[in-house]
């Protein structure tokens, strides 16, 4: 599948057909039922697979940029991801910071919030109240001046009336009457003091009136100049969401919770930066546009302000490192960029940005990424953002901490110095010169890997389900299977023993039990004849208890296979639902529950009617009663006795020659029974070993049903990872 350069939006839609195209090959009719489920079964997974596949494509065509070269700024939460950006904002002018900054400048003037408006605004609140601090001495001079006086008079007014108060208490009764008529002395002196006091009083007011009302005019004064510079203040908190640095965290968790796009235009060269949420904070709450951005992007700079290689998780807890490789696989372009943080200004007058130990931890850190991204990884990058920015930064909040280290920063250095030394001048050609040149050619070759990453990682991921799965299943159920199969052949052949030795027993205990019986016959001394038939008596005794025997005998028998084999059928499938259950809680933990690992461990058969026939309807068909017919046995007895004339005058003789006959028709009689017995095990054990090969087929099935799987599963991921590796494009 070549890929044009010139409009490949319709790449995704081809890969998806594609994919749809094989995986419908894949599972075709099947005229075997059982197989037809397998193959149902493994199309809805695939299918399963193929909707994830969709899903991401659509993700990707939807998120894809063909138009404009973009570069994700994307790491460690308050790494300084976006002190990074906002200080190439303002030396590369964005569009929308100059805006920004305009607005700044405009409002500072509009609400009088310059550096010149604070200081007179501030200059008259000074000034007034040094006048107001000044009335207020002068007043408290006059009210010193004055009270030494009105003291010194009231002193003379309080000894006259005490005086005056005597004189009435210890006076004649003819002074007494006097002085209704006419004022003592005293009393006219008392009478001055108080006009004395009362002209005091209005001269000392007097002279206090103009400064009271100046005072009051000064405080009047101070509190609208107080107003104004509360609204000023007020104000600030607007002026703060216009100034440089407005998009910098400020070190609380997750301050950055969506994805901005900054557009530049350099040299005709059209890019765009994108400030991406932190990897480690509430990952929850972002990840979702993380995802999206490093959809879109086709350079990802890793921000970090840590010299070192980032770290792995644990079990059920990615690290950043298991978190950068599984956001920045598909990408084609990798750098690192080292932030390293600097409170210090002094700290830039070092010789060099990064000390020894850091260079050695950054060489471990570029080991690392490689190891995780490839040959997409490139370098790293090192800068300190932070004094940079302070540099550039010129709209900042008057009084504000920024300003006050601006200030401090460019005591003894100049902007170009720190800009230098910082190392975000060379960072800047880096960007403009090197990362966005051949950038049609870049877009191109970053979005066809992202469409072949994306079909690499479903192809993984069914490659994964075959082999640790279904792979390992059909082998494990296999093995299982031969061992249940070879259970089931030792437990025949064991069956097949024990009934002929069940057989032979009973047969002996016949043969031991008529001869007891016609032996004590014999002991009384009966003829010939009585011999004979007291022979054949015996035998059909006998006969008649050996089918009664037997057949007991051989259900034990029977009964005892017939729970071998349910023992080896049941833990087989036993044996296979644990395995399946395994098998299907590792697929669940590793696709969130969206996949069970079906296989049919019974067959769609009811075991049990088979294992029924093992024993009582066998048992029925044998008719073991009918392999020891007693009738041509006793036909063919021969009954022989020599030297007759002896017998006849020696019963010793005689019952010794009977005790003979009797033991060699009792072994051919036996002989035949056993040869009958014999003949029926082997006529009526087919059927035995036909049920027993019908298990064996039984459990064969699911082994057949995993294998049936793992083959589809296997011929899709091969054919996908075909069509993964025929996707071309330029520079891959």
């Known amino acids: 599948m070549s890929v044009e350069i010139e409009r490949s939006h319709s790449l995704y839609q081809r890969v998806s057909q594609e994919v749809g195209r094989i995986i419908s090959n894949l599972t075709e009719e099947s005229t075997d039922e059982k197989l037809q489920k397998t193959n149902a079964d493994a199309r809805s997974k695939l299918k399963a697979f193929h909707q994830l596949l969709e899903d991401n494509i659509a993700s990707l065509k939807r998120n894809a940029d063909w138009e404009r070269f973009t570069i994700a700024f994307y790491g460690e939460t308050n790494a300084g991801k976006s002190t990074v950006i906002e200080t190439l904002r303002i030396l590369l002018k964005e569009e929308s910071k100059q805006l920004r900054q305009k607005a700044f400048r405009d409002f500072q003037h509009q609400h009088q919030l310059t550096d010149n408006d604070i200081d007179r605004l501030q200059r008259q609140l000074d000034e007034n109240q040094a006048r107001s601090n000044a009335l207020s001495q002068a007043m408290e001079t006059i009210n010193t001046q004055y009270g030494e006086r009105e003291t010194l008079l009231q002193q003379q007014i309080n000894a006259l009336s005490a005086l005056i108060q005597a004189q009435q208490q210890l006076g004649s009764l003819w002074q007494k009457m006097l002085n209704l008529w006419r004022k003592t002395p005293e009393q006219k002196k008392l009478q001055h003091l108080l006009v004395q006091q009362r002209a005091l009083n209005i001269e000392k007011a007097t002279e206090l009136q103009g400064l009271e009302g100046e005072q009051e005019n000064c405080e009047a004064q101070n509190g609208e100049l107080q107003e104004k510079q509360a609204a000023q203040?007020?104000?600030?908190?607007?002026?703060?969401?216009?100034a440089d640095g407005e998009i910098i965290g400020t070190g609380v968790s997750d301050f950055t919770l969506g994805t901005t796009a900054y557009p530049f235009e350099i040299n005709q060269q059209s890019f765009a930066l994108l400030d991406v949420p932190g990897i480690e904070g509430k990952e929850s709450k972002v990840l979702a546009q993380i995802q999206q951005a490093v959809e879109t992007a086709h350079a990802v700079f890793y921000v970090t302000s840590k010299a070192t290689a980032p770290q792995k998780g644990d079990e059920g807890n990615p690290g950043t490192l298991e978190k950068i490789k599984s956001h920045l696989n598909a990408q084609t372009e990798v750098w690192t960029l080292f932030n390293k943080r600097i409170t210090n200004p002094m700290q830039l007058n070092r010789q060099a940005l990064l000390s020894a130990d850091e260079e050695e931890s950054l060489g471990d850190l570029n080991e690392k990424m490689r190891e995780q991204l490839g040959d997409h990884y490139c370098d790293t990058w090192t800068l300190s953002a932070m004094p940079a920015f302070l540099s550039?930064?010129?709209h900042l909040v008057p009084g504000s901490d920024n300003l006050k280290k601006?200030?401090?920063?460019?005591?003894?250095?100049?902007?170009q110095q720190v800009l230098d030394k910082t190392g975000i001048n060379g960072f800047m050609t880096l960007l403009t010169e090197k990362l966005v040149a051949n950038s049609k050619e870049k877009i191109l070759r970053s979005n066809v890997n992202k469409a072949r990453n994306t079909l690499e990682e479903a192809t993984a991921e069914i490659l994964h389900l075959q082999k640790e799965t279904y792979g390992k299943l059909s082998k494990q159920l296999e093995e299982e299977m031969k061992n249940a199969h070879q259970?089931?052949?030792?437990?025949?052949a064991s069956l097949k023993s024990r009934l002929a030795n069940q057989g032979e027993d009973a047969v002996e205990k016949f043969k031991n039990s008529a001869r007891k019986r016609v032996y004590a016959e014999i002991d009384d001394d009966i003829s010939n004849d009585q011999f004979k038939s007291s022979l054949e008596n015996c035998l059909t005794r006998q006969h008649k208890e050996l089918e009664k025997e037997l057949p007991g005998l051989l259900k034990?028998?029977?009964?005892?296979?017939?729970?071998e084999t349910e023992e080896i059928v049941h833990r087989f499938q036993q044996y296979a639902k644990d395995i399946l259950a395994t098998y299907s809680k590792l697929q669940q933990q590793k696709f969130d529950g969206k996949f069970e690992v079906?296989?049919?461990?019974?067959?769609?058969?009811?075991?049990?009617s088979v294992l029924a026939t093992l024993a009582g309807g066998a048992l029925m068909l044998w008719n073991p009663v009918g392999w020891i017919v007693l009738g041509p046995a006793l036909a063919g007895m021969v009954f022989a006795f020599y030297k007759a004339v002896r017998s006849f005058f020696s019963s010793g003789y005689k019952m010794s020659q009977q005790r003979q006959s009797a033991d060699e028709n009792l072994n051919k009689v036996a002989g035949q029974i056993n040869a009958s017995i014999s003949d029926g095990l082997e006529n009526a054990f087919p059927e035995l070993e036909e049920k027993v090969n019908q298990l064996k087929t039984m459990l064969q099935e699911p082994v057949r049903q995993a294998a049936q799987t793992n083959k589809i599963l296997q011929d899709a991921g091969q054919k996908l990872r075909q069509l993964s590796l025929s996707i071309e494009s330029p520079g891959v």
């Open 556 to 563: 034990r028998e029977l009964d005892l296979f017939k729970e």
């Open 233 to 242: 203040q007020a104000k600030f908190a607007e002026l703060a969401r216009l």
């Open 598 to 608: 079906k296989i049919d461990i019974d067959s769609g058969i009811k075991l049990t």
């Open 406 to 415: 601006r200030s401090k920063l460019l005591e003894n250095l100049d902007q």
């Open 392 to 394: 550039v930064a010129e």
């Open 487 to 492: 259970l089931l052949d030792i437990s025949l």
